[in-house]
């Protein structure tokens, strides 16, 4: 092991900084899957794209028809493979590898998150891309959450997997999935039917929490549950000066909306969360503003606190809203995610799977996750059909926090986690 962990590090860093300089948000992401495509196809695992991976119409927050053509336009001028995007047509981003070794064992499914955010990254001396020069190099778009480790670390346990297919028994699919940003890529392969079959389910994070490099956590604490939510106030134009009375202003409808929703009360059941993202509206200081959108996500410890009540006070609010300032509205659930808990057999199991590497010095049992992920439908789906299912962390020191223009992480976090990965496979051996 390290041997092979030595050996793949340089491949890692080198993945990792190709997929940071390059980053395509949920549902855009044809380049890095078709690049993921190309590393994978050497290795004799099977892929499926497309439709193959995904149920067409359990996706959520998908771009205009417009932004999607435009972005397909992208990467045929970025030279990806023609076949690819063919399969891709549409907004089917996100790949599956499979690898069958011939021999009775498990099926052990990893999945791995590809997308980025829509950040502009930040162009200091303190900011290790841009020093190192593999920063973003598409303006207004950034990888400010460890993804593109993620996908390095997936290619890794891959190459893993084939160096030792003759001596590993079992299935193996590897699912690097699009959209986990908004809780909208997880769901249409669940419902593709990706791990119907599924006896072991492992996905993790880098950082979270900013520890040292060598410790992992060995499982997390309760996912919470998210709903995303698009919202459009729609009213009536009219000069401000001249007959404000003639207006209905979608602007002011919003605003009053966005105070109340973040005064919501909290519940005694557990905790619950609402941020109001984005707020646009008006298009001149002397116009009642005929149009407002915004985007909003509620969470809550259970499912049940999220959606029966974070979510409901959330809708009875911008009803009230739009009612007060005698408007319309159209509201748009664009993406979710459910609560889910990992199993604490998975504490000793991961001790016991780990305790002969030189390289993880400390095994943490536990800790927060302290936000929602959508892998936590592919944990339920799996521990409901009887599988087992975890999702680790891997420490790293942070520059910044999650989805901040500097956020960065210390690249030997990334063999550490595929050596964690590793080493739990062949506990399931």
Not at 180 to 198: I, N, Q, T, Y
Request: net charge negative.
């Amino acid at each position: 092991m390290e041997a092979f962990i030595k050996d793949i590090t340089p491949y890692l860093t080198k993945m990792r900084r190709m997929f940071h300089a390059y980053p395509e948000v949920a549902w855009t992401e044809y380049v890095t899957t078709a690049k993921i495509a190309e590393e994978i196809e050497k290795l004799d695992f099977e892929v499926e794209m497309g439709q193959a991976i995904l149920h067409p119409h359990t996706r959520m927050g998908l771009p205009t028809e417009d932004q999607i053509e435009k972005e397909e336009q992208r990467a045929m001028e970025a030279g990806i493979n023609k076949a690819y995007l063919y399969l891709m047509k549409g907004a089917f981003t996100g790949l599956k590898a499979y690898f069958d070794t011939g021999r009775k064992g498990k099926h052990i499914v990893l999945r791995f998150d590809i997308d980025a955010l829509p950040i502009n990254e930040a162009e200091d001396e303190a900011h290790f891309p841009f020093v190192h020069g593999f920063h973003s190099n598409r303006a207004g778009y950034m990888h400010a959450c460890g993804h593109d480790g993620h996908t390095a670390i997936g290619l890794g346990v891959a190459h893993f997997i084939h160096e030792n297919r003759h001596q590993l028994n079992g299935r193996f699919t590897l699912l690097f999935q699009p959209g986990e940003e908004g809780g909208r890529g997880a769901k249409p392969m669940v419902d593709k039917g990706l791990l119907d079959d599924a006896d072991v389910f492992l996905s993790g994070h880098i950082g979270i929490h900013s520890l040292n490099i060598g410790d992992i956590v060995a499982t997390t604490d309760q996912f919470l549950a998210s709903t995303k939510i698009n919202v459009e106030y729609f009213g009536k134009s009219a000069h401000a000066g001249l007959e404000p009375n003639e207006g209905r202003n979608a602007l002011l409808a919003a605003a009053a909306s966005s105070l109340h929703l973040n005064g919501i009360t909290r519940h005694a059941g557990g905790a619950t969360r609402i941020n109001i993202g984005t707020l646009e509206a008006g298009s001149g200081r002397n116009i009642i503003a005929d149009y407002a959108k915004m985007q909003l996500e509620t969470r809550g410890a259970s499912t049940e606190l999220n959606e029966e009540y974070m979510v409901l006070e959330a809708m009875r609010i911008i009803q009230a809203s739009a009612a007060l300032y005698d408007v319309t509205t159209n509201v748009e659930i664009v993406g979710q995610a459910p609560s889910a808990e990992c199993q604490e057999e998975w504490v000793d199991f991961i001790n016991e799977a780990v305790k002969a590497s030189t390289n993880i010095k400390n095994v943490i049992p536990k800790l927060p996750l302290g936000a929602s992920e959508d892998a936590a439908f592919m944990l339920e789906k799996v521990r409901n059909n009887g599988g087992a299912a975890n999702y680790m962390l891997f420490g790293t020191p942070l520059a910044a926090g999650h989805h901040h223009p500097c956020f960065d992480y210390d690249e030997e976090v990334l063999p550490i986690a595929v050596e964690s990965i590793c080493r739990v496979i062949l506990g399931w051996q």
